[in-house]
């Protein structure tokens, strides 16, 4: 038998420290964040304390990666080609992208907001949601001043709303929320299509 090289052992520890996030996300969605020992999440893993703490330090070393692969997802949504940039055909393949998301990993986005609406967890993770929260902010509020907008600011915190809304009414009642349909009323009220075509338009000019 030959010896494991480098990247394989890197691809064994990548998979384990995979099955511990994997075992953590749904301890802390089910049971949750406060709820849960260390204990219970390495039994979850199938794996020692001892292990788990080869690769994390502790639950809350745990839920910050997991909070930052999140934010990673949320702006491979909205900023796929990172240039930090909005237009209307970018917004609009936006909410292609985010709603074919939510009906693709149901079950993941309900994890995800099980978690993250536990007012303990907000509390921990107060100060990494306003850093992460400062791009997108500022992407949508240059969107909206560059399309005139009297008042960015609030259509951004609007905007928001409306996204955080349509996600919980959807998740807690796939088969019957129609969004495809509200995704259409979106993309109707900030009139994403013909603004996407005139923008196309003038890159030919």
């Known amino acids: 038998m030959s010896p494991r ?16 996030l994997d075992a953590a996300l749904e301890c802390f969605a089910t049971t949750g964040y406060h709820a849960v020992s260390i204990s219970n999440l390495a039994k979850h893993a199938g794996i020692s304390k001892g292990l788990l703490y080869n690769y994390f330090t502790g639950k809350e070393d745990l839920l910050r990666y997991i909070f930052r692969e999140i934010m990673d997802m949320m702006m491979a949504l909205i900023n796929p080609d990172g240039t930090g940039e909005l237009d209307p055909d970018a ?11 939510l ?44 399309q005139g907008y009297k008042d960015p600011t609030l259509e951004v915190a609007f905007l928001s709303t409306l996204i955080s809304g349509v996600t919980y009414e959807f998740i807690a009642d796939p088969e019957h929320y129609p969004l495809d ?23 030919k000019l």
């Not at 917004?91 to 292609?96: A, C, N, Q, V």
């Open 103 to 146: 009906k693709s990993n149901l079950i993941l986005w309900k994890m995800y907001m099980a978690i993250f609406s536990q007012p303990a967890v907000q509390q921990i993770l107060s100060e990494d949601i306003l850093e992460a929260s400062q791009l997108p902010l500022v992407m949508a509020s240059g969107y909206f001043k560059a």
């Open 5 to 20: 090289t480098k990247e394989k052992f890197e691809e064994i520890r990548e998979g384990k420290r995979r099955e511990i």
């Open 181 to 203: 349909a509200i995704k259409e009323r979106i993309v109707d009220v900030y009139k994403l299509k013909d603004q996407s075509s005139k923008l196309k338009k003038n890159k």
């Open 91 to 101: 917004l609009l393949r936006y909410f292609d992208r985010l709603f074919d998301h």
